[in-house]
């Protein structure tokens, strides 16, 4: 009795010395625990011929029909490569990025330019989509864009560049890169930071220079950063981004081959059949390979180097 009174005691002082903190973080519990938990039971409709009128408990069961309704379509696996595809250069492209920037923005001596830079960067990721979305129009369009104009007044062809699917990759990389890097900047910048000052002082009695520095004490130290944030990330690779996908191709048929994913794939069969129950088979397709690659890439991590991995 008396240590659980101690313990309740002690929750309560926490509770009191961090109120704000909790009260922080209240928001993205209830958030987490109503869409992420309450509707977890949800998921039997993936295997049920769901009816609206019946509900959940009365709807028919179908077994694994609606997962073969994905995977026996001619643009499953097109979608799925499309998805897998792009995600992993966001990865790899926004974290050689945002470390390389990092870097550089920890070099600076102008602290005031630092900032302004800083925030600058920052600025992109709160933009919305649908903005950046009329932002690349404005690039790309074939009549007045202008990469067109600049192309022409080079001597060159314009391009189509919405009926062109094979540019598409590369340019989505690069806005997703230009609109992420911000926060990944100052995730890094918040880890250089915290790096104890006298390990490069040590360094520069023993006569290293700064890119000795950088090489052997900064960016060892930083792994564990960017290997957990790749991990994280890792978890996201299935899912394809919609917002962008969406919001900058629409339903550009032109360039499905190339950037649809199954997030936009799924809302069209969504759109176009009204079947909730294939929706979701696709959705825990997603969820199950992304628990999987989360778990693998963190059993190889943890075998080659255990601070490195999540658990």
């Known amino acids: 009795m008396t240590s659980n009174r101690r313990r309740r005691a002690s929750f309560r002082q926490e509770l009191r010395g961090n109120a704000w903190g909790y009260a922080l973080v209240l928001p993205a519990a209830v958030y987490t625990f109503l869409f992420g938990y309450i509707t977890l039971p949800y998921l039997i409709i993936s295997f049920q011929k769901y009816n609206y009128r019946h509900g959940l408990l009365g709807s028919e069961w179908v077994g694994l029909a609606n997962f073969k309704f994905f995977f026996l379509s001619n643009q499953a696996w097109q979608v799925t490569f499309n998805t897998i595809r792009l995600n992993f250069l966001f990865i790899v492209f926004g974290t050689l990025a945002a470390l390389v920037l990092a870097l550089l923005f920890n070099e600076l001596k102008s602290r005031w330019f630092a900032r302004v830079t800083q925030s600058t960067i920052l600025f992109p990721h709160f933009l919305s989509w649908v903005v950046v979305s009329y932002m690349l129009y404005s690039f790309f369009a074939t009549d007045f864009g202008i990469v067109n104009n600049v192309l022409e007044g080079l001597g060159g062809a314009k391009v189509n560049w919405y009926a062109s699917p094979q540019y598409w990759v590369q340019i989505l990389v690069g806005t997703n890169v230009w609109k992420d890097i911000g926060i990944s900047l100052v995730i890094y910048l918040a880890a250089i930071t915290g790096i104890d000052g006298t390990l490069f002082e040590a360094a520069r009695i023993d006569g290293a220079n700064r890119w000795k520095q950088i090489r052997y004490i900064t960016l060892p130290l930083l792994l564990p950063t960017v290997s957990i944030l790749s991990l994280l990330a890792l978890g996201r690779i299935m899912y394809g981004s919609f917002d962008m996908i969406y919001a900058i191709i629409k339903d550009n048929g032109m360039l499905f081959s190339t950037v649809d994913v199954i997030d936009t ?44 991995s999540l658990f």
């Open 265 to 308: 794939y799924m809302f069209r069969a969504l759109r176009t059949i009204g079947n909730p129950s294939q929706a979701m088979a696709i959705g825990l397709y997603q969820s199950i390979v992304g628990f999987l690659l989360v778990f693998g890439a963190n059993f190889v991590v943890w075998k080659f180097n255990k601070d490195h």
